[in-house]
């Protein structure tokens, strides 16, 4: 017999997987033309457009070396379009928000089926979500340590990780000098996790998942107008204080009207 919790936790985890589609690994090449993953990113599907969404600091790399991802097993989908971030490089470091915007090129047109990923639809994506009290999150985003290179076929093997976490409580906004509306931080504390299937995990440091999308899981109150709604880039990793930091969806949403509206930086493949 499967009793209530069991069920429970067998939603859950069809939901962590399902959420799952929609995180994308984000790789740049070493010197001698390896893959090495840098970061997480989601697509999102607006306006008749394409555009990639993730941490600024993530996104910057692509100015550099450029940034791929994978639409089939052995097929590189470089990133480029129209590149908006919330501040330049120089001021990378005092930028509370980090978070980066690409419109992509026409012919970057998800889904890719061969890899299971997805863009998210822009009616889920939902800025300022408040409270945030009153709500258990979902990260899905892709650990450096638990990516493995072949480096003879110059291919990745790479395994996401979904993180469960209620939220972060007042006093921890007020001593990191955060607001609620922009930002988001929920504790992480990697000895005490849950994976996706509900289950108490030791889960791998989580550099390399900069840039995850961060959805509700669910809410106390059983509020299910529209499942799973989209609220949070995550951004940072604070592990001596066990939180992780995403900005509001709102300011990647504000990226995608610019540009709508306009040109800015160009990335070419």
């Not at 985890?13 to 840098?38: C, K, M, N, T, W």
């Not at 258990?136 to 976490?165: C, L, M, Q, W």
């Not at 799973?228 to 066990?242: D, Q, S, T």
């Amino acid at each position: 017999m499967i009793d209530a919790d069991d069920r429970w936790e067998e939603t859950i985890a069809g939901a962590a997987e399902l959420l799952g589609r929609f995180s994308i690994p984000l790789y740049h090449d070493d010197e001698q033309g390896r893959p090495v993953l840098f970061g997480t990113a989601f697509l999102v599907a607006r306006a008749g457009a394409h555009f990639l969404v993730s941490a600024a600091h993530v996104l910057d790399q692509a100015l550099e070396t450029g940034l791929y991802f994978y639409g089939a097993p052995s097929t590189r989908v470089h990133v480029y379009g129209t590149l908006m971030r919330t501040s330049s490089l120089e001021q990378r470091a005092s930028d509370l928000a980090d978070v980066g915007v690409v419109k992509l090129h026409e012919d970057i047109r998800p889904p890719f089926r061969e890899v299971d990923k997805f863009a998210v639809d822009a009616s889920y994506l939902r800025p300022q979500y408040l409270p945030r009290s009153g709500r258990h999150y979902i990260i899905n985003g892709f650990p450096e340590k638990k990516s493995e290179v072949d480096r003879d076929a110059k291919s990745v093997t790479v395994t996401a990780y979904a993180y469960r976490s209620d939220p972060a409580g007042d006093g921890d906004y007020e001593r990191m000098g955060l607001s609620q509306e922009m930002h988001l931080v929920l504790p992480f504390n990697r000895k005490k996790g849950r994976d996706s299937h509900g289950r108490i995990s030791h889960f791998p440091k989580p550099h390399g998942m900069s840039g995850a999308p961060i959805f509700v899981l669910y809410e106390e109150s059983g509020d299910s107008r529209r499942g799973f709604p989209l609220v949070g880039i995550g951004i940072e990793y604070y592990e001596h204080k066990k939180l992780m930091v995403g900005t509001d969806i709102g300011v990647a949403i504000e990226g995608m009207d610019l540009l709508l509206a306009q040109s800015a930086a160009q990335l070419r493949p």
